[in-house]
């Protein structure tokens, strides 16, 4: 590992302490013990873990509750989160501890290829077939549960058939119940009025004979069978439609109100508008019902369990009792039910006082080989195999392939685990002999496949080594002169803004590379006047920053010495010119900030325009004015070049009031380009002054160079941006004889 250190720029190589096979060694954080110990979620983990046992107990003990329950959950829902956590962390250290050597890796890797996705098809299926197969005995058992209701329905329609018919009902019922009490013992038939209210139309009055022979005295009720489930209803309530009821009803025996039983209830009405009776017919789901479904679904009831909702708290009213949350009821097992799973089905049951329905979860026992014996019954045989035998026979043999080929694969891939392990660890070897020092190991080629390649190509890097750290020591040699140069560059920028009474100056340089050619500085001046100097250096880089300096020095002294920008940019210009190579030159612009005579007068030698924007325009909005007076590069090695440019060159004079904004700036603002390769443009730069020039100018100068930023997005900046920035006070004081200061607070921004 290299890391670079603050002014040291050598190289150090960090080597981690090696076990004696190679691997390297562990810190005490990755150990088990610290995983569980010292790790709070290792704590929760094992703190999940004891509360678990400690219910499991506690519900061995003094049985199922409702709030052992609910702690279950809650200590589950922790103790899987913090597993998961645990096989997170246990997982990161067998890799780095079991997993260190390449052959480990690549046999695991075999595993997870091979040998995982088969046992994943195998769980797949075999879970799709057990989720048919429960679905499939959900639906025969509700079938079996639909068949007996359907009976009980018609069962108590052909009743209220009979009675409406003129039959006794004490006759019609006892009939009713002795032909169909050896398929229900718990069969109960009940005679039972309506209750007064129920919807329905106006009935046309019976003769009086037929009344009598309906039904009994108004308001009785006429029961026959053994009831012993519940007492037989008064009446039919309002709920029941004229078109009859079936279905299930939950209850609870008055002696034994913790446990839950059911009965298939169906209610039958006469063939009228409006009926005043009806016949209530009930069969109990007992040992008998259950032995039934059994004997013709192949599903066996085992618990009961009703789920709280409305209908299940009208069932407990008026129960002195408080009932369990859950009370089940078991169901007798018979036959031979070998390879039998447990399943679960839901139901819906209806509250007999008000109709409301609640949910029944029913625990049955189902076999898949009874389903399958019963699902293949229905299958032809030829020649003593079904269709269904001959596709598992099929599905034998395939999983008896799969079995062959899966293994012969893993073998073969622990044979070429090893023939690459053996590369591999000579290449380790040799890699530890380079990071001691020695480039003169060799590897010895023994194959010409694609490790005896990378052997070759090894041998071929060590070779070569050495001159890559020559090169990378004098990268890092150039990277350390770059930035000094950069450092040196900023310092020849001014540190500090400059204080004149009555106008601000703020200003920005944001170089490109390390170093850069713009340059701005100011130069105070005699009589309260102010010298404001921005320049580009064609190019960028070292050269460009060495000509900056040098051009810095003249504007020191030539400064002092000439008033007019004019002079002073023709007088540079014969200087420089002599030491600038023939492809080189520079834009610069040359300003004289008189605040006290309110005139700022400048010459611009080939650099970008001068932006001035004026406090007022007559009441107008105020507009940018864009100034471009005449003139020629600096340094340009032609023949009578420094003629031409001074013959060029023209100073302009611009009035300053207060509340006006001046902006001088470099290229690299208005040719900043976006992803899309377009310009920022002048427009641009114009729009923000004119829109912004109402704030301070340390707010312009942030506005322009985030709207520049927003403008070039995520494109590399590809030239330097410079800019000066001066504001007009917007009531001039009066200016004092004493030169410009600079304050020790920095306004500019390298």
Known sequence: MVQQLGGDHRPRVEVRPLLPEGRPALSSRDSVRHL??????GRLLLGAVAARLVLALVSASTGPSAVTDLLGVLVGLVLGVTLVW??????????????????????????????????????????????????????????????????????????????????????????????????????????VPRAAGSAGGATARPPAAARLSMRPPAGETVAVGPWRHDEPPTEVPAWVSVGGFGGLLAYRYPDDPQRQHLVIRAVGFPDERSPRWGVVVDIPVDEQVVGELRDTTGIELRTVTVVADDADAALQEGRETAPAPVVERTAPEGGDRRWAFT?????????????????????????????YDRLSAAQSRVRNISLGELFMLVLAVIAVLFLIIETVAFLMG?????????????????????????????????TRDQLGELAGSFNEMTSSIEGLLRQAEEKRRLEEELRI?????????????????????????????????????????????????????????????????????????LSKIYTSPRELLVEVNRIISEHLDSRSFIT???????????????????????????ASNGGAPRQAQVHTPDGLVLGLRIEGGAARFEQLLTEAHVPLEPGDVAVLFTDGI???????????????????????????ADELRERILREVEAFQGEAEQHDDMTMILLRMADETPAVPADEPTRPESATTRP
Not at 520 to 539: K, Q, S
Request: aromatic share 10%; glycine share 10%.
């Open 670 to 696: 208005t040719e900043a380009m976006n992803p899309a390769a377009d310009f920022f443009g002048d427009a641009r730069l114009l729009q923000i002054v004119e829109e912004h020039g109402h704030l301070g």
């Open 485 to 557: 140069a950069r450092e040196i560059q900023m310092s020849l920028l001014p540190r500090g803004g400059i204080q004149l009474p009555g106008l601000t100056i703020t200003a920005l340089c944001v170089p490109a590379r390390e170093v850069g050619g713009d340059y701005y500085d100011f130069f105070p001046l005699e009589e309260g006047r102010l010298g404001l100097l921005i320049a580009d250096v064609a190019g960028k880089g070292t050269s460009a920053a060495l000509y900056m300096a040098e051009l810095k020095g003249l504007m020191l002294s």
């Open 414 to 446: 622990f044979a070429l685990a090893r023939s690459i392990t053996g590369s591999i660890h000579q290449l380790f070897e040799g890699t530890e002999r380079v990071r001691a020092g020695d480039f003169s190991h060799r590897i010895e080629i023994g």
């Open 86 to 191: 645990a096989i997170w962390k246990l997982a990161g250290v067998a890799r780095r501890r079991l997993l260190w050597r390449v052959r480990r890796k690549l046999i695991v890797s075999y595993i997870f290829i091979g040998v995982v996705p088969t046992l994943l098809v195998v769980g797949f299926f075999l879970f799709a077939g057990l989720l048919m197969f429960f679905n499939v005995s959900a639906y025969l058992f509700k079938r079996g549960i639909d068949d007996i209701v359907d009976e009980a329905t018609v069962l108590a329609r052909t009743a209220a058939v009979e009675l409406q018919r003129g039959g006794a009902a004490g006759e019609v019922l006892e009939r009713k119940l002795a032909n169909n009490v050896n398929r229900y013992r718990g069969l109960s038939v009940a005679f």
């Open 36 to 41: 569980l110990f010292r790790r709070w979620p």
């Open 343 to 371: 399943s679960m089905t839901i139901f819906d049951y209806v509250d007999w006082a008000k109709g409301a329905k609640g949910t029944l979860l029913l625990n049955i026992r189902v076999s898949p080989s009874d389903i």
């Open 588 to 614: 610069m612009t040359y300003a004289v900030v008189d605040v006290a005579g309110h005139v700022l007068t400048y010459a611009r030698a080939g650099h970008t325009p001068l932006i001035y924007l004026p």
